[in-house]
Structure formats: structure tokens, C-alpha cells
């Protein structure tokens, strides 16, 4: 029944479509003459084929819509119009139909066809009968098929472009004809591969070529376009017509100021260089803030581009320099979006009194853009080659091969591009430049790509919420991951008051209803686990401490059962923003907490605890209750009250004494850290080699205020074994100065491994791999994803060419395993890159491997070692230009210091675990040789190590090293450096 319903729809649409062909009373009037159409577009589309209709002497207008590019008969006269409905060419015999436009046929015999002249108008009878187009296919035989959009889910009347940013396949039904198209690179052409005829094929629709795009037809007359022979025929040449290749858009933005200063622009008092919220500032030369480096001043939240004399726009970023000839644009807020969403390396950029105006011409950007790419890839690709940086040589020479082919066609098409007077030529030109702009592109990201380091010993860690169904799911994932190089993963464990195994204290999270793993039933974190370490992957239960509910779901037995736990804010209300919260100064809750710690760490092999949401929430600015913090519980307010030995209404004394709110501020400071510590301990008492992390806010001025979480104080009292600071922005320079004050804050005592989310905000997948770079030159010790979910095929690739050249071991792994990577790591970087470049002192270089192997001799068990071993690092680091030349040397120091500090947080976290050092009462580390250790079973027998004795007579006391490796070499002592972190 359904097909005959079906079948019937159809042959109603075939009749209406074949009576619209007939222009009932559709009529075009020029000045008082009023012009009957006879027919629009003379034909019809069905299941039995394509039927021309024969027109004789009718007056005919031909749309885009028609078969052909071309209207061709003899003694007719051609009226090309545009949307406006104004004459732009008149021709006999044959016309162009454009695709913003339409075409008149009329009869030459007509009154008249002598008499319109171009540039006239005519009056339609209505405005939908003819209908305008921006993009459309066409064969080489001149067969023409509009598009009426790209990317987006099929209706039922449409015709779709399909690429693979869309998805894998087209997802479209089977009530319909698609079409495959695919590039051939020999040929530089498009191609027709594969059809799709209404109902047949897969019910997903047809799968997207990477190297070309589908396009999918519904309704009337579109479902019929793409049957095979109708229109087009397997293996034809496809061009793709797009007017926005001869167009160009225009955008205008209010401009705020010019050289502002806190006169002329109060709006940006609290900002920096004077940029307000949301303003366009122009900075010029003269600009008197402008640092020794030529930039605006301006701070990170925003976004900046630089103009020339000519006002072609040569610069974008966060920060760039003010042309000495020309002017920087910099905005913030939605001033930095229209510049981030409208402006290319080569728009035209104009001013008039205080309107910004941005011109595009798509073709000169995409000429301009690849043009600036190719030339700073050069750049860092001579930089990092001269450099002797550990890359990606063969890959980045193979993509630079490619794009300098590339670049000639491009520059050769452009050429032709701005020669051809013919649009339909023109077009061509310009539809091959943007892909040829699409192909350069893609070969530049996998050069950047090539050139990027890829660090072997670093933490290269995922957070991931579990979305897995079954066994073979977390296998797939975590098959995928290890291929990729992370070795470390913070699985959700407890989130929104949930979680991720069964447990005697709270309810298993929704998302897990019905999952099972195999031999491991419903209990998620079991098979995880197990599968993670079959594969060298830590995990992490990442747990999210206070944050308790959200208002997305309901809620879990830990709030729902237990009323008094919420949170409440000011007003007594319990949600924050959307979130709902446990109260962190209630012991009750606390003790919960802790216990639910305490089972899972018995239960489960996991190889640390990530803390998340240690703090009070931040309300929204415009919340109900006035203020922007919570907290105020009645368990709260009375232990503080007790406390401090105050009596009263809490809310009317910190009305009439700031120093009341104060004390409350950090009251609730010391319920978080309080928690904090408990958890820590509990966890630490059931499995002591368990790393201790935390995931938090960067800012730590903000983070104690807003937050009320003191993250450094807990640091600092040595109860962190790494941190993974949420550096969330788009610009690497932002992350990486962010990542520097940090390290500044943790110094020794802790790792650094920066957490970043490039690709889960919306930007490039190059940002990401830019970013991970970023956190280890600035001192972090490698960094983590948000979030696993990001992984799609194009980021894939982009680890594939960059970080998964080499696998990584974590620096807080046993010390025995980085030193071996890191002497790994050297020997290659010697035998590969520094040899051949002639920068290695070949006299010297077997004595260095022979301390190479005396290194991994010695016993690595407790901090008294580590200091042995760091004392040794540290000498090689110092010597270093007895064995290496130029950059080679540089390089050399750079991974020895690297190393050094390494070593250094491992002879710290060493004393405070085995309690020889507390760094909450003694500020300065002791001596790691002052203390007794455990000796090692098996070695009872052994004398304690002597550091003059055969084992490190190669490498410690002045004498022996120098008489063994440099008897020559004179002036060393002067030349003696210690890099320490």
C-alpha cells in the first residue's frame, strides 16, 4: 500500500511539473507593452526520461533551471536579463543563460525583438516563477544542474552538494537520485563515478568521497536530475560554477576610536591599550603604547589584524605588529568576531569617519592566503632544518615538493582568471583556483605538521566520559589511542552526582542503563581499566568533587536523598546556573565523599585520582540571588559562626563588616582544601603509589576568589603529584604564557600537563598539535586533550603526522624508564640528525655513549639516587660542547636541562612521599643524601654506593671526568655551565 501511495505522489508531481513548463499568466511588461510567456524552461523530467517541448514560435524564457547552459535556435532573438530584471546582452541565434539571470526568446519576426535595448527593464507579473541561483554543475557537453545547498539535510524539493565535512555518507532516504563526483589528480578535472537512481542504494544514502562531493536530488524535477543518461553519463567531465567566485562580499563594523586614550574612549578604562568591551580600536605607528616589539599592548581577549599602505590586510593573530606605513585593527568580544569571521590574509580593508568597511574578493584571498602560507611553511621549514630538530624530514620535503607544483598551477590559473572576459571561463579558472587553494592548504597543515617536534617523554593525556555500549566499543577506542600515542586517559569516573561502576554508596550514571562488558557485566571501570593497562595506558579516575546534579537529568541518591547536602546560594535557592552542588563545609557529605574514595581505590587498579570541581561554583552575573557566590547552607553558616565566636544574622554582619565576608571567603576556602586533603589521604592510605592530580582554573587569582580554591597552597604543601590546568583559548601565545606563570607557581614540586581544547571550541586541529608544542617549550611536561569526543578523522591525521611519530613515556613513570627513553631519544637524535650535519665532535662521541651506558647502570630507588643521577645530567649538560657543535649543542642542553627538571620533581615528590620532607612547615627542600633509605631486597649484602668508586668513575669528581673525556681540552673549567630549573 505504502509503495502504491508512493508511486501515486509522483506521477501527481510529474503532471504538476509538466503543467509548469506551460507559463500560464506569467507575463513581463516593457514600458506599457504587456509580453505573454508561452513556456518557462520547455521541459519535463519523469521515470520514463527527459521530454523537450516543442516550442515552435513561442515567446520562451529559459532559467537556470533548463537542460542546458545554452539557449540555440535559429531566428529567435536572446534577452539576457539579470535579477533585477534589467537587460544586459541581447544576441541571436544562441545565448548563455546565467545563473543569477534568466533568458527571452523571442521570435525575430516579433514587434519587439529590434526594439529592446540593453539596459532597459521589464515588470514580471510575479516574482516566483523565475527563479535565481548562485551554484550549479556542468558537464563539458554543456549540460547544466543547479544547486540549492550545501551540507545540509535534504527537503523535498532540493537539490544538495555533499562534501565530506559533511559527514560520511549523505544520510539522505531513497526518494531520490544522487551523484558521485570524484577529482582526478592526473587529469586536474572532476569526473562522474557513481550513480544513485531513486530507490536504490544504501537506506544511509551514498557514501562521500574525500576527494570530491555527492549531489543529492528530491522533489520535482531534482529527484530525476541524476538518473543516469537523463543529464549526465558515467565518467563525464564536471565543472563547478560558482558566482561567488566573480563576486565580492562586503562587511562594515562601527569603528570606537583611533589611538585611544582614557579622554577620547572612557570605555576602556579597565582595559589594556584602552580596548573596551566589544570595541574596534585602530592603533597606528604613532601609537604611544605600542611595545618595543611594534605590538598594540592590547591584552589576549581579542583578536587583531594589520593593514598596508595599499589596505590589504597582511597579518592575523591575537597580537600582531603595527605596520610602520599601515594600521592595526584590534577587537574584542563581538568586534573580535567580525574581525575573526570576515577578514583573510588579503581582504581590502577601508575606513570612513567611524565605519570599518572589509572587502573579499574570494579568488585574490585564496591566491594571497596560500601565497603567505607557502612562504612562512619555507620559513619554518629552513628554521627547523637548520635548527637539527628532531622532524619529520622525508614527510616535510615530500610536502613541500607537492606544494611547490601546486603553487605554479595556482598562479598559472590566476593568471588566466584575471585574462578571461567569459564568466562561464572565468568561473572555471576560479572554481579550479579554490581547489587548488583546498589541496595547497591541506599539504601546508601536513608540512606545519611534519616540522612539529614530537617529544618522547611527556604525558600525552585524554579526558573521556564514557559513551562506550559494550566490551568491543572501549577496545576500539582504546586500540585507537594507543595508536595515536596518549599513555595516559582521566576516565569520568563520578560526574553530575553519578558513577561509572556499581557502587555500594551511589547510583551507576544513566548513560551506562543496559551497557554490559562482556566478562567485566555492567561494571565499566573494571574492563577499562584492564583493557587501558594491557596497552601501557594509565588511568585516572577523573572525579568531579562537589558537582553533584544538573538540572538535565534528575538527580542521583547523593542529593536526592540527603536535602541537606545542597548547595545553596545566597537567596536559599539550590541551583547554580544549571548545576547543583554539594556543600563542602558539611562533614556529613565529607565523610561520604572520603568513603566513596576509599571503595573505589580498594576495588578498582587504577593508577591515580584526577580532582575536578574541588570548589564552590561562580554564579552567573545576573543570578537572582544578587551575588555571585554560594555557600550559604545553614551547616555552614553555623560552624562559621562557632568558629569565629560571632552571634547574629551572618547576611546583616558582612553588611555592616567587610571583614566578616572575608572571613567567610576563607572559611569556605578551608572546607575545599580541607576535603581535598581527606580524599587525598584516604586515597593514598589504600594505594600509596597512586598519582594525586587536579584539574583547575588557571588563573589562580581567580581561582581563589571566584572559585575559592587556594590550588597553589595545596602544591606548595607537596600534595600534588601533577596538575592539568584548563588553558582553554584559541591562541598559543595565551596558553603558553599562561603555562609559564604556572610553572612558576609549582616550581619542583609538582608536573604540569597543560590541558587544552583548541578543536572542542571550534578551531583548528593544527591549534591543538601548536598547543601541545607550546606546553612543553614553556615548561609543562606535555599536556591533555578536552576531549576524547574531538578525535575526528581530520584530527586523527593531524596526530598521525605530528606527536604519534615516536611513542612518550610519562615523566612521573619510574625514573629507570625515562632515563632509558631519554638516552633512546639521544642516540637517535645523534646517529639521524646531528652526525650527518657534521655536528657531532666524532673524537668524543664513543666516550659519551660509554656514559650513556654507565647512566643506566645506576640504581634509581629513592631521591638520595635521583640526586646522584641529576649531578651527573648536569655535568654532561655543563660539557656539552665537548661532544656537539651549534645547534646540535643547543638542542643537547635544551633535552638535558629538560631532563634535569624532571629529575628534580622526582626527587621531591620522592622526600615528600616517604615523609622526609613537608613542605607546608619546611619552605626549603632538604638534602635528598641526608636520610636513611630502605635498603633493596636482594642487596643487603651490598655496600652502600660510593660516588668516587668503579661504578661512576666515568662520570663525577672533576679529575676523573675531565681525565677521561677532554685530557685537551683546556679552559673547560672556565667555560663550566650549571642550567638549573
Given amino acids: 500500500m505504502k509503495k502504491i501511495m508512493v508511486l501515486f505522489m509522483s506521477l ?62 535559429e531566428d529567435m532573438t536572446f534577452i539576457t536579463f539579470n535579477q533585477a530584471y534589467e537587460v544586459t546582452k541581447i544576441e541571436q541565434d544562441e545565448a548563455y543563460i546565467p545563473l543569477d539571470g534568466f533568458v527571452l526568446a523571442l521570435p525575430n519576426n516579433h514587434p519587439l525583438s529590434s526594439i529592446i535595448l540593453v539596459g532597459d527593464h521589464m515588470v514580471p507579473s510575479n516574482t516566483t516563477s523565475i527563479r535565481f541561483f548562485t551554484r550549479a554543475i556542468e558537464s563539458a557537453q554543456g549540460v547544466r544542474s543547479v544547486i540549492t545547498g550545501e551540507n545540509i539535510p535534504r527537503s523535498s524539493q532540493a537539490m544538495v552538494l555533499y562534501d565530506s565535512s559533511y559527514a560520511d555518507t549523505t544520510n539522505t532516504s531513497r526518494l531520490g537520485s544522487e551523484m558521485t563526483i570524484t577529482f ?59 558566482l561567488s567566485i566573480l563576486k565580492s562580499e562586503t562587511f562594515t563594523y562601527h569603528l570606537n576610536d583611533t589611538n585611544p586614550t582614557l579622554e577620547t574612549n572612557p570605555d576602556g578604562v579597565n582595559a589594556g591599550a584602552y580596548r573596551g568591551a566589544n570595541q574596534l580600536i585602530k592603533y597606528t605607528y604613532e601609537w604611544e ?29 591575537t597580537h600582531v605588529v603595527i605596520p610602520q606605513d599601515g594600521y592595526v585593527l584590534s577587537g574584542n568580544g563581538e568586534a573580535a568576531a567580525f574581525l575573526r569571521n570576515h577578514v583573510y590574509l588579503g581582504s581590502m580593508a577601508s575606513i570612513h569617519e567611524d565605519t570599518v568597511t572589509i572587502n573579499n574578493q574570494t579568488t585574490a584571498i585564496a591566491l594571497i592566503g596560500v601565497e603567505h602560507a607557502y612562504a612562512k611553511a619555507i620559513e619554518d621549514y629552513h628554521m627547523r632544518l637548520d635548527g637539527l630538530y628532531a622532524i619529520d624530514f622525508n614527510g616535510a620535503e615530500n610536502s613541500l615538493a607537492a606544494i611547490e607544483t601546486l603553487m605554479e598551477e595556482i598562479r598559472l590559473n590566476y593568471e588566466h582568471f584575471n585574462q578571461e572576459e567569459d564568466d562561464q571561463a572565468k568561473m572555471r579558472y ?64 563520578l560526574w553530575t552526582g553519578y558513577t561509572n561502576y556499581p557502587s555500594n554508596y551511589i547510583d551507576m550514571h544513566p548513560a551506562l542503563d543496559g551497557a554490559t562488558f562482556g566478562e567485566h ?27 553533584m546534579g544538573s538540572t538535565a537529568r534528575p538527580l542521583s541518591n547523593v542529593l536526592r536523598d540527603n536535602p541537606s547536602w545542597h548547595m545553596l546560594n545566597l537567596d536559599g535557592s539550590n541551583i547554580q546556573n544549571t548545576t547543583l552542588f554539594a556543600d563542602p563545609a558539611n562533614l556529613e557529605f565529607r565523610q561520604f565523599i572520603v568513603d566513596y574514595h576509599v571503595e573505589l581505590f580498594t576495588n578498582y587498579d587504577l593508577d591515580g585520582m584526577e ?158 598539535q601548536e598547543q601541545m608544542l607550546e606546553a612543553n617549550l614553556r615548561g609543562a611536561f606535555g599536556s591533555a586533550m578536552f576531549a576524547s569526543h574531538n578525535l575526528n578523522e581530520s584530527f586523527i591525521n593531524a596526530i598521525v603526522l605530528s606527536t604519534a611519530r615516536t611513542k612518550a613515556v610519562l615523566p612521573h613513570a619510574n625514573l629507570e624508564i625515562v632515563l632509558a627513553k631519554a638516552i633512546e631519544e639521544q642516540r637517535y637524535k645523534i646517529e639521524t640528525i646531528y652526525e650527518p650535519a657534521g655536528a657531532v665532535n666524532s673524537e668524543h662521541i664513543d666516550q659519551l655513549y660509554t656514559v650513556f651506558n654507565q647512566l643506566l647502570t645506576l640504581e634509581l630507588s629513592h631521591a638520595k639516587d635521583y640526586q646522584v643521577l641529576y649531578t651527573q645530567i648536569q655535568i654532561l649538560n655543563a660539557y656539552s660542547d665537548l ?88 679552559g673547560y673549567f672556565l667555560k663550566k655551565k650549571f642550567f638549573t630549573n
Fill in 883 to 970: 661532544y656537539f657543535e651549534g645547534a646540535a649543542k643547543n638542542r643537547f642542553e635544551e633535552d638535558t636541562s629538560r631532563l634535569m627538571a624532571i629529575i628534580d620533581i622526582h626527587i621531591s615528590r620522592d622526600l615528600i612521599g616517604r615523609g622526609f620532607w613537608n613542605p607546608a612547615t619546611m619552605q626549603e627542600r632538604p638534602d635528598a643524601s641526608s636520610f636513611d633509605y630502605p635498603v633493596i631486597p636482594g642487596d643487603e649484602g651490598l655496600d652502600e654506593p660510593s660516588t668516587t668508586g668503579p661504578k661512576f668513575g666515568l662520570l663525577l669528581t672533576g679529575s676523573i671526568f675531565i681525565s677521561t673525556l677532554a685530557l685537551g681540552a683546556s
Fill in 430 to 493: 576560479g572554481f579550479m583556483i579554490r581547489k587548488l587553494y583546498q589541496s595547497i592548504d591541506q599539504k601546508i597543515l601536513e608540512l606545519k605538521l611534519a616540522l612539529l617536534p614530537s617529544y618522547q617523554i611527556g604525558a600525552r593525556a585524554l579526558w573521556h566520559r564514557p559513551n562506550e555500549r559494550t566490551l568491543e566499543d572501549i577496545i576500539k577506542h582504546l586500540d585507537l589511542w594507543e595508536s595515536l600515542g596518549y599513555n595516559l586517559v582521566y576516565v569520568e569516573t
Fill in 12 to 73: 501527481i508531481l510529474v503532471f504538476l511539473w509538466a503543467q509548469s513548463v506551460k507559463a500560464a499568466s506569467f507575463t513581463l511588461t516593457y514600458n506599457d507593452t504587456i509580453i505573454q510567456i508561452d513556456t518557462i524552461d520547455p521541459v519535463s523530467y519523469s521515470s520514463e526520461g527527459v521530454t523537450f517541448i516543442e516550442t515552435n514560435n513561442d515567446i520562451v524564457i529559459y532559467t537556470a533551471l533548463w537542460h542546458y547552459t545554452h539557449a540555440s535556435f
Fill in 289 to 317: 603604547q605600542k611595545t618595543s616589539a611594534g605590538l598594540t599592548n592590547t591584552n589576549a581577549f581579542g583578536y587583531e589584524v594589520a593593514v598596508n599602505s595599499e589596505g590589504i590586510v597582511i597579518a592575523l593573530g
Fill in 184 to 242: 582526478d589528480e592526473t587529469k586536474q578535472t572532476y569526473h562522474v563515478s557513481h550513480f544513485r537512481a531513486p530507490g536504490a542504494g544504501p537506506s544511509e544514502g551514498s557514501p562521500i568521497p574525500n576527494d570530491g562531493f555527492v549531489l543529492s536530488g528530491a522533489g520535482m524535477p531534482f529527484q530525476f536530475y541524476l538518473i543516469e543518461g537523463y543529464k549526465f553519463t558515467h565518467g563525464e567531465e564536471i565543472h563547478f560554477m560558482d
Fill in 611 to 768: 580532582f575536578d570541581y574541588i570548589r564552590y561554583p561562580y554564579l552567573d552575573a545576573n543570578h537572582p540571588s544578587g551575588v555571585r557566590d554560594s555557600g550559604y547552607t545553614d551547616v555552614a553558616i553555623e560552624r562559621f559562626m562557632s568558629l569565629h565566636d560571632l552571634e547574629g544574622d551572618l547576611k546583616t554582619l558582612m553588611i555592616e563588616d567587610a571583614s566578616v565576608k572575608l572571613l567567610f571567603d576563607q572559611f569556605r576556602r578551608d572546607q575545599v582544601t580541607d576535603t581535598l586533603f581527606a580524599i587525598r589521604e584516604a586515597v593514598l592510605n589504600v594505594n600509596p603509589n597512586a598519582q594525586i592530580s587536579m584539574a583547575i582554573a588557571p588563573d589562580h587569582h581567580g581561582a581563589r576568589n571566584n572559585y575559592l580554591q587556594e590550588w597553589p597552597k595545596w602544591v606548595e604543601n607537596g600534595w600534588i603529584d601533577h596538575i592539568s590546568p584548563m588553558i582553554y583559548h584559541y591562541d598559543k601565545d595565551f596558553v603558553g604564557n599562561r603555562i609559564a606563570t604556572i610553572q612558576g607557581i609549582i616550581g619542583n614540586k609538582s608536573f604540569q600537563y597543560s590541558g587544552i581544547a583548541p578543536v572542542y571550541y571550534g578551531y583548528s586541529v593544527y591549534s591543538n
Fill in 521 to 547: 557485566g555492567t561494571d565499566y571501570l573494571k574492563a577499562f581499566i584492564e583493557e587501558a593497562h594491557k596497552r601501557n595506558i594509565e588511568v585516572h579516575a577523573w572525579n568531579e568533587i562537589f558537582f
